[in-house]
């Protein structure tokens, strides 16, 4: 882990969604809406940055009362609670439509996002019931996407083979990276999105638009494209379900998300009343 040298208060906490803030089946426990409340009187804001389409982030918007600006598609889209658009990072075209040839080329399945819809060129392909569930709608079905490249959002690569999963993340950073930012948001998902749009991003905005210094703000996460944002804030929490490489980029790690960690993070390093010492 990396030591924890930071002297400033936390005033604004930014969570991960799916792996940190919510269990594998995606359920926000009860705990964890403790936490966030808690937070909340300590006069301390929370904010949530994810992969997911804004639409899929209304119901955590709802259940936890954000107030503050939720980033979706990794930093690609900045919204209200409301969901109300506030800045918009599309992908550029030609980088689109080469991203998607790249993710074919590994085997893998292409999904395409616009700021409101969800592309996918097989209902039943791989995992697209499981992302249903998670965002709480559906996707359309196209059999050509080119009509939408000039409008993306985000492009997925999905796939059960893990290893051509990171092996085509490789490939897109080395091919397209002056022009996209390409992350692993799960093991089967590879996010391409603007290079602009990544949860390092994250906090610069957020910094920004509440007058916080990065130095204030803490973050928790448990994949690699977390890291980003891990490196930007003054404190770093990784999920116990975090891979061991991510782990070590964060100043502290707690439970996993089935372990309630989230919840114990707020409370073992957030409110603890004093800052924490490295465990």
């Known amino acids: 882990m990396k030591p924890y040298k930071n002297v400033d208060p936390i005033r604004l906490v ?28 300590a006069g301390i804001a929370f904010a949530i940055t994810s992969g997911r389409p804004p639409r899929g982030m209304q119901t955590l918007i709802k ?3 954000i107030s503050t600006v ?10 209200t609670p409301r969901l109300d658009p506030i800045v918009m990072r599309d992908l550029p075209k030609d980088a689109t439509a080469r991203a998607i040839e790249l993710v074919r080329e590994y085997g893998l399945v292409a999904w395409l996002y616009t700021d409101t819809t969800w592309y996918v060129q097989d209902p039943k392909g791989p995992h ?39 092996e085509c993340e490789k490939k897109v950073r080395e091919e397209l990276g002056d022009h ?21 991003s994250v906090v610069d ?20 494209n977390d890291v980003l944002m891990f490196k930007k804030s003054g404190m770093s929490i ?10 070590a980029e964060a100043n502290f790690v707690t439970d996993s998300n089935e ?12 409110l603890s009343g004093s800052a924490p010492s490295a465990r």
Do not use: W
């Open 205 to 224: 905005f957020l910094a920004c638009v509440y007058l916080v210094p990065k130095s204030s703000i803490a973050t928790l996460g448990d994949m690699p």
């Open 128 to 166: 697209v019931d499981r992302e249903s569930k998670t965002v709480g709608f559906g996707p359309e079905v196209t059999s050509d996407y080119s009509q939408y490249v000039a409008q993306t959002a985000k492009i997925v690569g999905v796939g059960d083979d893990l290893e051509a999963v990171a």
């Open 63 to 65: 259940d936890l009362n």
């Open 180 to 200: 996209v930012s390409a992350a692993r948001s799960q093991p089967y998902y590879l996010d391409v999105t603007h290079p602009a749009a990544n949860k390092g």
């Open 259 to 270: 372990e309630e960690g989230f919840a114990h993070a707020i409370e073992r390093f957030i």
């Open 14 to 41: 930014l969570a991960d969604v799916d792996g940190t803030l919510v269990t594998q089946e995606k359920v926000l426990t009860a705990k964890a809406r403790q936490a966030v409340a808690k937070l909340g009187e």
């Open 70 to 79: 939720v980033a979706g598609f990794n930093g690609g889209v900045f919204i």
């Open 238 to 247: 990784a999920m116990g379900n975090a891979s061991n490489e991510v782990q």
